[in-house]
């Protein structure tokens, strides 16, 4: 059967309609035309292989990426950048719509677009080291990635010498090209520093959460805040769209504001508010990062903001000082009920939502759609050529 590809689904899937019914069709862009095979039918959809390209669509370029289609980190890269941006906007805006919410986001491009990320997760399994292919526990073979910055890139090369059979390797970077190696494993190693430091400037090597060589932080200067985060702390992970991420946290916070920060890491988005704001107090999870964050606020001269220890469910039930700005920056499952109803009662004036999963964003903004309206939307390329988006909705009360 012949289709011609019809569009990307949310998660970068080419898609097309077989008799209404939707038809997933791996390894396809939008406007393709293909001779396909239906592999599977299930009672809403199917999933088709295809047998020959009859005509590639205009909109494809050539991938950079060696795995391109095989570790499935970067489904967006065989299509050139600005459409995969169009894409995204798309997709956001269209998901928005569907739920009866309309947004005008300003969308915020990645001017580095490759080599941006600061973190890698990798898997080692009988001295070969890769990624875990999606959904599955195939090992797709790598010897670097050009996502990662240049650093993480030396990293990937290092992981042989350091003589891991099995684990999990994490390389983390910072602007100043510095690198850090987290290591799970049973392995007993005997690492040869002097070489791995001959070849990146190694900031420490952590294995099982105990410091093996030198320390288990990195620093990263951004938006002139110097931010401390721990091995095992988020961090943005890419660091210049994250600094556009703060100019835009900025732009909402005023000299009065009283403000909640809600799931706030190392303390990134406290801090850029606490610059401007009358005080802050943030709300997190992991300890280290609140040590982080403590350290952050000191560093940095800022003596208006305080770190709270604790899940954000139970922390924010016990608060009884009011705000008139909450930030929050969940993890992909956003809000919890009780968040949500927490808020409400804080009734803050505005509400900005960080988040990088807009399913759940949608949801949450759905929940508070009885007191709350969108005034701003933004896009935000944090994660290029994958099909994750990260997206701001600042609230009103309406
Ligand atoms: C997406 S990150 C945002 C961090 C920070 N706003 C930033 O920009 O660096 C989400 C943060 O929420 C924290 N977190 C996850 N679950 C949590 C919970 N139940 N209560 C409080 N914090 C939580 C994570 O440890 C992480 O630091």
Redesign the pocket.
Known sequence: MVVEIEKYDDFGRGICFINNKITFVPNTVPKDKVSIKIEKEYKNYNIARVIKYIKYSKLRVKEKCPYFNKCGGCVLQNIDYETSILYKKEKVINFFKKNKLNINPIVITNPNNYNYRNKINLKVINNQIGYYEEKTHNLILIDSCIIASKVINKGIGLIKDIGIKNGNVTLRSNLNEELLIIINSNDKLDIDIEKIKSKVKLVGIVINDKIYYGEDFLFERLNNLL?K?SYD????INPYI?SK??EIISSYINREDEIL??????????LIAAKKAKRVI?????EN?VINANFNAKINGLNNVNFLL??????ITKINRSFNKV?V?????GL?KTVIEAIKEIKPKKIIY?S?DFHTLVRDILLLSDIYEIEDAYILDMFSYSYHVETICVLKIH
């Open positions: 931010f985060y702390s988020f961090f943005q994250a991420l703060f920060d809600i799931y706030c890491g190392v303390g990134t988005l406290s943030g709300i997190e999870i992991i990062a604790n899940d954000a469910t139970k922390a930030i920056d969940p993890p992909r499952a919890t960080v990088c």
